[in-house]
């Protein structure tokens, strides 16, 4: 039912930036939180980005200030654009839709899009 498909992932050497982009399709996005996610072999999925249907954001101490999560509610789209990036930003990015439960960002087991790979060297 839910489909997600990132895209803007590469490679790109320390200091340099990306932009991310999220089609979502399968759900009425205009009224769901999205979050963007990161993933390695070494550490489980972790939260990178959230933004509200309203628009708020948060983003984690690790990428405050260098990451800006958007959103273009018209064509059901989601944005992640990084700046300054850092080896520690390598791993594989995805989006999905997020709820908030008892103070946490959370995920509904419905699925995960392919994602896109972010490699910075130094």
């Known amino acids: 039912q839910v489909q997600l498909v990132e895209s803007g992932g590469g490679l790109v050497q320390a200091g340099g930036s990306l932009r991310l982009s999220c089609s979502a399709s399968?759900?009425?996005?205009?009224?769901?939180?999205m979050g963007w996610f990161r993933q390695t072999p070494e550490k489980e999925r972790e939260l990178v980005a959230h933004?509200?249907?309203?628009?708020?954001?948060k983003y984690p101490n690790s990428v405050k200030d260098r990451f800006t999560i958007t959103r273009d509610n018209t064509n059901n789209l989601v944005f992640l654009q990084m700046t300054g990036l850092k080896p520690e930003d390598t791993g594989r990015y995805y989006c999905?839709?997020?709820?908030?439960?008892?103070?946490?960002?959370?995920?509904?087991?419905?699925?995960w899009g392919p994602g896109t790979q972010v490699t910075v060297s130094s």
């Open positions: 933004i509200t249907a309203g628009g708020e954001t």
């Open positions: 999905n839709r997020v709820y908030i439960s008892d103070q946490k960002v959370r995920v509904i087991n419905e699925g």
């Open positions: 399968g759900f009425t996005f205009k009224i769901n939180h």
